[in-house]
């Protein structure tokens, strides 16, 4: 019960912080909208960060369709995709008592092309064609924290639940996740 209170407030959260974002950028100066133009503008010369990579696109059911789309494609017409949502908690293992639990998130590369720049509750990505929500997931965390949850013992996944979200620039099919994670908080990749 409190991995699914969690994931649902990690939801939540995720949603919230989206849209604060988007009146901050709305009441910007017109600084994002010059980044959305130079974006807009990248996606249809296909030379946005992994603008080629072909995705699961799915119908609004969550059925994929059969050849996917490129990212481009699925960014400049909002179609529907699937992703994964990691919330990460790191157990501190000098704590004697293990009570200490901290929840991990990280800053997005300003190359990305949602939300770029941005802090990120929630570590994860688009689901590549012909990958499932789990290989997407493992692939990932391990990628963009550093955390090995494949061959590692000390390290859990543990499948949450499956959500849609959509927005006036997303729909999307989301697997949430969490890892435990109990290495050193200096291995982590930043």
């Known amino acids: 019960k409190d ?14 912080l989206l849209s ?7 009441n ?7 980044q959305e133009q130079k974006l807009q503008k990248s996606l249809k010369e296909g030379t946005s960060l992994d603008a080629k990579e072909r995705i699961c ?23 529907w995709h699937r992703a994964t949502y990691i919330i990460v908690r790191h ?11 901290y929840l991990l998130v990280q ?3 300003k190359l990305k092309d949602y ?5 990120d509750p929630t570590p994860g990505g688009v689901v590549g064609f012909g990958e499932s929500y789990q290989e997407n997931a493992q692939r990932e965390i391990m ?23 959509q927005d006036e620039k997303v729909k999307c099919w989301g697997d949430l996740y969490e890892v435990i994670y109990r290495g050193s908080i200096d291995n982590i990749v930043i």
Not at 62 to 76: D, I, W
Not at 115 to 119: A, I, S, V, Y
């Open 3 to 16: 991995f699914i209170l969690f994931g649902v407030t990690a939801v939540v959260y995720t949603s919230i």
């Open 107 to 109: 800053k997005r590369s």
């Open 143 to 165: 990628e963009e924290m550093g955390i090995d949850v494949v061959s590692s013992n000390r390290n859990t996944m543990t499948r949450l639940f499956t959500f849609s979200y």
């Open 115 to 119: 939300c770029p720049g941005k802090l």
């Open 91 to 101: 157990i501190d293992e000098n704590d004697k008592d293990k009570n200490d639990v």
């Open 28 to 34: 910007g100066t017109g600084t994002s909208m010059l």
């Open 57 to 79: 696109a799915v119908d609004e059911h969550n059925v994929p369709l059969p050849n996917g789309c490129l990212r481009s494609e699925m960014r400049l017409h909002n179609l």
């Open 20 to 26: 604060k974002q988007k009146q901050q950028s709305d």
